[in-house]
């Protein structure tokens, strides 16, 4: 069975990351899963919130959104409604929690990294992208950082990579990285976020339609292992080429 | 290694479930999970919102809330800082969806149930009590209304049970529903929604402090369904015996 | 003329006073007047706001809330309105203000209790419940201060007892401690706070449906008074029994 | 004794009533107890509420607010903070109350009365300030639509007349409409709300010291009873005379 | 052509400005434009917001308001609906603006002054009728803060005068100052704020129904420089007179 | 003397505009002025908002954002503080009114048309750049309806075209099209929205330091009907371009 768009059920979107993207952001990538579009700034300050004052750690957090019309039919704007929804805030913290896995607080020192990931169009997957593209300007933060001389010498406050996908189960095949109208279809969805070496930071797994057996939980952890890993090469590579900008 | 309230790494704490604790509600439980104390009140209402109307289907959502004081220390009310918090959001989205996954739209016909799940006490495993709770809850409201005569003769709305239960790697050890001091140290920490057949409704699983290799997932998993199959013989046994009120 | 319950016009509902009902608090209080519950809990906590620093006073507030479902229909949450309504608003400034009525700031030191009264059912009579179970909610946290040496030596910072009760006039009978299908047909209905002494602290009287003349105010106070009298007798029995937990 | 501003214990403020104030409203007064100066408008439109459709009955419902340099020291807009503080709610309950007591809703038919009151200058009192001048606003918008020919003919919407002053306790001795200066020095503080005939609509007092004992209230309602029925006096000359405008 | 009201195209419409209206305010001024009614009160108080400390120098904002019935029909509370709209936080910034145009923050020193315009009633033009009176009533507020010797001696805050008024074409003719009737139904509606030697503050013009030519605009500009120089007489004359209060 | 991007005083910065850059809304735009990035969409639904059902007249309506790290620091997000700020507020009904003055209601049809205009980088004259690029969106969301036949036959909406630039001096020169750091060191700076032909839709001129003369004025309305021009004929070039999507 070939899919709407022609991939093998394991076949990843075609995935662009370009960096550099914004002027003014310490890092900036606009990253692309297919037609999804998301662009990810890493703000970096020095200085920690309050609560965090005196610990010589650092704190990174996310903020996700989306613009209004990235979507086939026109949302409301959270700030004109006055409230955040729950996806929103869900996403945002699944966002901050995964950037958090990779980053070691002592050697960030006191400085905080904010990630905006801003949805400018969504096609499925908004979120792994977002946090795939959100590695890569977290990462260029803190190069951007180290040239400044904000760290400390001789320390690496990242520990590793991070990248997400999501898999699921449509009419009974399971898929890697799932379009927009392969979600609405999905009997099972799950969001899975894994470190470069392949162990896992999040699995995040609904039922849609019928609940689902452990077999099929099993081939979708795998089909996940083998598109994060995927990404996580095609992070390295948009970090060993020079930045546009 | 013997856990901090003597039970072995694969043993449930107490849990009670005393039904018909509210005069007003269709179903109403108090569950207890050890010292997690969480109120269930399902509210069924003739009609469904106004997106639905005249699908012929009804409509199942949740609420989640903690007292102030079900914490060791006060927590601000959402009411008075006037916007709900994002922990709170996630987890009225995950009670709802999990409930859901059991019920028949149609055979409820365009009916609504709201299922109110306030913590009373929390020590850790405050959602899959609500999750476990509140479904004994549906099912009674689900019993009033047949009895009303509100559901169409010869239709059942359940189409199967539902119980949640967290696991989590504690000092190396898997470890089956947590309480709240193993809860802040556990490396990993994973809360799954079972069927009662054993299959998966929902699944969600954070590394907190490294992350997790596929081999440790795979054993948190079969604990998880463990727990859920013990939860769901307990739920069973509460809905055969006369309700207190 | 026999009330709808059985009782006669001077009768309180039957009153239970569960002491040490959380775990967390510092005192904790599930009162029920009749088939009204409220959870009170009394957290005790060093300092005192900005406005008071320095004062060497300390502060007592409270927070009322209903749970949605207390009530025969589900009621919307403020926290989902994202506004707490004027009824709210008016309860918890009334509890708060009865509280400060027997409380030497002087002695109680800068340290601040926070009175949360959480209707978990409700059939009349939930705000002098509340104040009611409030007290001994207060009283305990003020022995457990003493216990934790929080308190200045030989300082009482409660100068007194306090208690409420409803009263009003139903279907031309002055009655005391109404219950909802009472309170929902009197003519005149009025909430007094006493001090065990029998001294007034808040009256609060309202003309439902026709004003009311000077004779029938004298009787209502007059049964107010005899209510709140047996209350302060039940609050010291309950002190002076070993709480259940 | 003589009092702050000379007056005796049981004598008013100087009381103005100044009628069509405002060129657009059905019913619009500037009234002042003192220096304490609120504006009263009476806006009449035909229909009411949802939830009272069909009824063939009408609604009346009262606003407060205070400008923010009422006071003598600025307060801040509640719409910037953006969210009614607890005293403004209680005090808009309170006089939206008041009023409701000398409706007769069926005469009325289905239209709504909405009284604002807003306090231009504060010298103590605005609330009962407020309810008096209320009503005068509500005769004139009722005077308004018998006059365009909104009410059916020969129904009388107002059953009664309603006034309200304040009374207290200060260094002993009890004050009929207490100043600023009296207000926060009173010992016991109590709004009362009369009909034009001496009956009670609403009772309000709270021990702002000490709790205050049985006769202390006697003589304070008898005072109360003496300054409403004074009021209900100048409001009906007030009512016999041309409006300014 | 003869207006609505009988003026001709460059006549302002009656202009009074009532000094000291409020006994608490530093500075007070009722402004009318015919029968648009503002009440401007300047608050002085000693220090600066946070973002300014330590720089030697002042502040000044403004906040504009109507109030609910200040319009021909009733428009609901900005504190009730929970946020400030468009219109009002447009108009606040632009009175802000102004007044800053003539102070001087060095020699106003670090210290505040916040100008409070309520509308009490409307009849167009109430933003240039607030601008218009806040500066009569900062004026006043300076004055009292030197008699206070809040300021340094020898230095004089305000650099100049400033007010404002709107022009319009109505019906292809140029106006001065419109009332209501005149503001919708211009096909040009300008807002111009001016010194009180002729120069421009602010100038904001909007084509209501068709676009306009620059010979239009000029002879806007023109009978606006004509109204403001007015108004600024106007404004001295309030000042050299005793207030009223 | 020359700029501080080295474009003489009467020169615009490079313009693009991107038409088809969404592939869901039914018009969207990515304009740059120099650094200044906006993505423009319009989003065409059938139907009105309710207080315009009826009339047979169709609304178009603005909304205006910015990316919280689109400028040199980032700003909190608006739907994170859960309220608009008065900047964003005036900007979304700035460009509103601009659009509106091009639409021929009658001709619309009972259709909405909303314009979001959110900036993705900031370098001075983001709203002018909006409204530039929101009339493109515009004209392709009406060229869309038109194919989809959604639009009465032989109608145009569209009566003439709209475009934005900001004007200000600079050390004494006045400039076209600011960017940032011009901006903030200009004395007096000016928006002006023109129609392709030359006539105004809004002006609007705030003195940032000292007041302006009428012959500073003068120049500036010079130069920015030149501006316009120009960019109308870059609107006209961009929509005879096929698009890029």
Chains 1, 2, 3, 4, 5, 6 share one sequence.
Not at 8 to 32: C, D, F, M, N, Y
Not at 55 to 82: F, I, Q
Not at 229 to 244: D, F, G, N, S
Request: hydrophobic share 40%; aromatic share 4%; net charge negative.
């Amino acid at each position: 069975m070939s899919r709407i768009d022609g991939r093998t059920p394991e076949q990843l979107r075609p995935v662009t990351i370009e960096r550099g993207w914004s002027k003014h952001a310490e890092g900036s990538v606009l990253i692309s899963f297919g037609d999804t579009k998301v662009l990810c700034t890493a703000s970096f300050t020095e200085g920690v919130p309050r609560w965090r004052k005196g610990s010589g750690e650092g704190w990174v957090t996310a903020e996700y959104s989306m613009l209004p019309r990235a979507t086939n039919t026109r949302g409301d704007r959270e700030s004109v409604k006055g409230r955040i929804g729950g996806r929103t805030h869900e996403i945002s913290r699944l966002i901050g929690r995964s950037l958090r896995s990779v980053v070691d607080y002592k050697a960030l020192g006191e400085n905080t990294v904010v990630l905006d990931c801003d949805v400018l169009q969504a096609d499925g997957g908004t979120r792994t992208a977002a946090i795939t593209g959100a590695y890569v300007a977290l990462a260029d933060a803190i190069t951007w950082a180290r040239a400044k001389k904000l760290l400390k010498p001789g320390r690496q406050p990242l520990t590793g990579t991070v990248a997400a996908v999501s898999v699921g189960i449509v009419a009974g095949t399971p898929l890697l990285d799932l379009c927009y109208e392969e979600d609405v279809r999905a009997e099972t969805d799950m969001n899975v976020v894994c470190t470069g070496d392949g162990r896992f930071v999040e699995v995040q797994g609904t039922a849609e339609a019928v609940p689902f057996a452990r077999a099929e939980l099993d081939t979708l952890l795998d089909l996940a292992v083998l598109g994060c890993t995927e990404l996580a090469t095609l992070q390295q590579t948009a970090l060993q080429t020079a930045a546009t900008d």
